[in-house]
């Protein structure tokens, strides 16, 4: 609540999640007024997606924000981030997909090229991050950068993952400009992840 009262107080749009106990989720901050809040069709931590629709030139976007559950080698974890992932997928099945979409956010999953490659990493996990251009959705930062090694978290011992993505309506391709991964605030550690930068000319 600290995070969404400071924001607002400087003039943002917040879409902000019911969280229950220690649960985390999923929050979208915007300059231009927006609407939305839980992505329908969600059934499992809902609170993790959250959907906003916006007007931009005459142009109706739409965005979702997502939070990806960790993994680590515990059956229970890995049950809950599989479980999450074949939610959204669903969600996304069900939902009426414009063709001015941003899906955007911590995926906690890994591109299937991925350099170095992580043999930790099952098929489920891969085929999220594939099966999404099912829904007419491309990774903008890989559209622009076709062979290049980039990392948005790092581990304790030094292995890097490109674990953050934005996703986007093919339709859109042909607008994104540039996209970069800013690690200011991850060597600043103001959280443990770079954020991502996507720009669109629409």
């Known amino acids: 609540l600290f995070i969404k009262k400071y924001f607002e107080?400087?003039?943002?749009?917040?879409?902000?999640?019911d969280i229950e106990g220690k649960e985390y989720g999923s929050m979208i901050m915007s300059k231009i007024p927006l609407s939305g809040g839980a992505f329908p069709n969600m059934d499992f931590i809902p609170s993790r997606v959250m959907?906003?629709?916006?007007s931009f030139f005459n142009k109706d976007m739409e965005i979702?924000?997502?939070y990806v559950p960790s993994r680590d080698a515990?059956?229970?974890k890995l049950k809950r981030k599989k479980l999450f992932l074949r939610s959204l997928l669903g969600a996304l099945q069900k939902s009426n997909a414009s063709n001015q979409r941003?899906?955007?956010g911590d995926f906690n999953v890994?591109?299937?090229s991925?350099?170095?490659y992580y043999s930790f990493f099952q098929d489920w996990e891969y085929d999220f991050y594939r099966q999404l251009s099912k829904h007419q959705l491309s990774d903008a930062w890989r559209f622009l950068h076709q062979s290049k090694q980039e990392y948005s978290w790092m581990g304790r011992t030094g292995d890097g993952y490109r674990y953050d993505h934005c996703f986007i309506s093919n339709s859109l391709l042909s607008a994104t400009k540039n996209s970069f991964y800013l690690h200011e605030p991850r060597l600043k550690k103001l959280s443990d992840h770079s954020a991502l930068v996507i720009e669109l000319h629409v």
């Open 9 to 17: 107080a400087y003039g943002y749009y917040l879409l902000f999640p």
């Open 51 to 54: 959907y906003g629709k916006f």
């Open 64 to 66: 979702v924000g997502i």
């Open 74 to 76: 515990s059956e229970s």
């Open 102 to 104: 941003i899906v955007c």
């Open 110 to 112: 890994l591109e299937p």
């Open 114 to 116: 991925h350099n170095p």
